[in-house]
């Protein structure tokens, strides 16, 4: 078992409602893995020494299975996070699997559907907003807003942390909101020129969004800015095809079939992944103590 990785990204399909410019997902994977198989690979993300699960895509909830590959995670021991568009959530989904889900993940764009909709389908905003709705009957899940920041939302950023803010006000359950540097990185072609903020803009925007909060305040919601050299050599994939991914700048390195994988340490050295970086950043989505549902996975 590895000692150097908490996290573990399962991208379960390339399906997805959204066509982002910026996106750095698996792209057309026609046959994902079928559902024994997925069972098999979440499985294993506990045998080589993962705390939590991300369940990913694509849209995971385009997968039929989605519901028992998240069951198969809580009945292992893993934390479990899902990474959702939000236009495919709905309450009997929640219903069924709330009680074995930490965190969701929903993206925003903008906090005006004129903003949202330049890298977003048209209508994704009300159906976030919805999505927000949905959630607050389900106070033990957390709920994780990102933005990937580009030219095309730049000055729209403060708005959303207020919308966040503004959420978390009404909602009972802990609330982040992760604000990336649009990442150069992406299996199809992109004219990244037109899109990416340089460092001193994302320097900025944050200390703006920072200096807007009054002193010894730190709000509602937590805030997390990702520039370049965070987003780079911190994520450890799982494609849908069952093949591990480890992106190294704008490269996405295959490492063979996840689950032939028995010395992930090895491979990971050999991948240049920023182990002590990714262990840094993934205390930020712990569990307290208290916050741990009966039957849940214990705190890291």
């Known amino acids: 078992m590895s000692d150097r990785i908490a996290t573990i990204d399962f991208h379960v399909t390339s399906e997805c409602s959204q066509d982002c410019p910026y996106c750095w997902g698996p792209q057309e994977f026609e046959n994902p893995v079928d559902t024994d198989t997925a069972l098999r690979i979440v499985a294993h993300v506990k045998e080589v020494g993962a705390r939590r699960i991300v369940f990913t ?3 995971p909830l385009k ?4 519901a028992a590959l998240i069951r198969r995670a809580r009945e292992v021991g893993l934390e479990v996070a899902l990474s959702t568009t939000g236009d ?5 989904f929640l219903d069924e699997v709330a009680d074995l889900v930490d965190l969701i993940s929903l993206p925003l ?3 005006r559907e004129e903003i949202n909709a330049r890298t977003k389908e048209p209508g994704h905003l009300s159906a976030v907003l919805q999505a927000f709705a949905l959630l607050r009957e389900h106070p033990s899940v957390d709920v994780k807003i990102c933005t990937p920041v580009t030219r095309r939302n730049l000055a729209e950023i403060p708005n959303i942390a207020r919308l966040a803010e503004a959420y978390a006000e009404i909602t009972e359950a802990r609330v982040f909101y992760n604000v990336f540097q649009a990442f150069p990185r992406a299996m199809f072609e992109v004219d990244w020129e037109e899109l990416l903020v340089s460092p001193a803009e994302f ?20 805030i997390n800015f990702l520039g370049h050299d965070t987003l780079d050599r911190l994520y450890v994939m799982v494609f849908p095809d069952g093949s591990l991914m480890i992106p190294v700048g704008a490269e996405f390195r295959s490492f ?4 032939e994988m028995n010395d992930l340490d ?7 992944f920023d182990w002590r970086k990714h262990l840094h950043h993934s205390k930020g989505w712990e569990k307290r103590p208290a916050q741990v549902r009966a039957g849940g996975s214990e705190p890291h």
Do not use: C, H, W, Y
């Open 57 to 59: 895509g694509g849209d």
């Open 63 to 66: 997968r039929d299975d989605i």
């Open 88 to 92: 495919q959530l709905t309450r009997a």
């Open 109 to 111: 764009d903008g906090s």
């Open 203 to 222: 320097r900025a925007l944050e200390e703006e969004i920072r200096g807007s909060r009054p002193p010894g305040e730190s709000g509602a919601v937590r």
């Open 256 to 259: 063979g079939p996840f689950l």
């Open 266 to 272: 090895a491979v990971l050295e050999r991948s240049q």
